[in-house]
């Protein structure tokens, strides 16, 4: 969960770029400079206010940052242009990878989600994708100071009334021995825990499901997941629903994408609709509404009450669809096809996190500085592949990795059962020949260490750049940068 009041929409939209506009990278602005005499004094006068009521002296004198962090101001006002679009999204966050993750964590806390279930009505697989979207099921949880970061936000910038009060929040959850002082990082944003919760969200719903005596949503997967399924409860989930689905518009059908404007299951059998294979539309929704996240030649549906619930969550319909679509993959236990029935109208489909993976190391094979190979497509791995582009004479040189620039940089792959019908690369990478760092890892077998090159496919290299050569544990040669220097 991330700033769920609409109020803070356009914050959300510019931590995540969730708008299906797809267009050249902006660079992300430098960090402010911010003066540390300044937050000292704005901290002061905190200290006293209204929001801080609740708030003793030794919590927040014990807590108070020494300096502002310019990095989450940066992050504030980042608003990238490179945005991606819906089948991007759903291809990074619903993939085979996560799939599994997401069957294992269902086997594994079974007991726990049944008794989840029976207490707050949500289905287990539902919980199950928030999960999985928000922190990659407790993978990823955010390395930010809460405190540092909130008290920057409540001092610089916009909505500083808003963050003010979340600093607080976040405070009184120490000061409550739910969470200890170390467990409090997350997001820039302050979002934090198994499942994302800011910190008024946390004092409003999070729940002790062992137990314990504390609501501890950092270490304790019970009290995530329940607290979840009591947010989705309190936000009108509806018990034995499912969220929607999939379905086909009749030949000359128009209508607006409009989820909010919701009929009956007989209004839309009327119109023709049917399930995405055919099938007539079940009775399992009391109303739904039509979602068209691509426009009518992509994949259609009909969603209900809890789609709804899982965008309050996240005001985003990309997102509620991706908790939607994986939790509909963890319940059939099947990774095997990730892909809607209806193909997204593109002739460039997105690309998993593996994939996302085997470019980021082939830019690192041809010399491109990326940074760590983490699958998460970035600033530094856009740039790389624009650059990447341009020296190869590939057009658009839009910095977008989808499945044909995987295929052009990707050189030996092999083939999958892909739902897309393309090759996913599962063995070490053997870079583009007209690399040079390429050549240098299939030519340089007996390389020094510390071998110096200057990499022809980055322009921007300098002479200093050094590389050290290292041969993983499967027999791959890999060449990682080493600045002098450093």
Known sequence: MRLTHLSTLSLLTAAIGLSLASTAQAAKPDAPNLSNAQFQQCLDGLKNSSKFRGVDSYTFNNYRPSQPDPSVIQSLNYQPEFQKDVWDYLSSLVDKERVEDGIRAKHQWADTLRQIESRYGVK???VLGVWGVESNFGQTLGKKPLFESLATLSCFDR?????????????????????APSDMTGSWAGAFGQTQFMPSTFLELAVDFDGD?????????????????????????????????????????????????????SHWRNQGLTLANGSPLPSSLSSAGL????????PAFLV???????????????YALAIAHLSDLIAREDSSKTDFITAWPT??????????????????????????????????????????QSSHGIFPADGRAGQKFYRAIVGNAVPTNNPYGQPSNSKPLNPAPADRMGQLIQQQTSMPNNYSAQPTANP???????????????????LVRIDEGS
Do not use: C, M
């Not at 009060?165 to 409550?176: D, F, R, S």
């Open 304 to 318: 209900g009450k809890n789609f709804d619930t899982f965008y309050s969550y996240n005001a985003s319909e990309n």
């Open 347 to 388: 002739d460039d489909p997105g690309i998993s996190r593996q994939q996302s993976k085997d470019i980021q190391q082939a830019l690192l094979n041809a010399g491109y500085d990326i940074g760590e190979v983490d699958g998460i497509i970035g600033d530094n791995t856009r740039t790389a592949i624009q650059q990447y």
């Open 460 to 478: 921007s290299s300098s002479g200093n750049t050094r590389y050290r050569r290292v041969t993983d544990a499967d027999g791959s040669v890999k």
């Open 159 to 179: 909505r500083q009334s808003y963050f003010q009060g979340e600093y607080a929040n976040a405070l009184k959850i120490v000061q409550n021995g739910d969470i």
């Open 291 to 298: 979602l068209l996240p691509a426009g009518k030649d992509g």
């Open 213 to 265: 005596g504390r609501r501890d949503l950092v270490n304790s997967v019970p009290d995530a997941l329940a607290s979840t399924a009591n947010f989705l409860d309190k936000r009108g989930y509806r018990t034995g629903e499912p969220w929607g689905y999939e379905v086909k518009l009749p030949s000359g059908f128009w209508a607006a994408s409009d989820r909010k404007n919701k009929k009956s299951i």
């Open 124 to 126: 287990a697989e539902h």
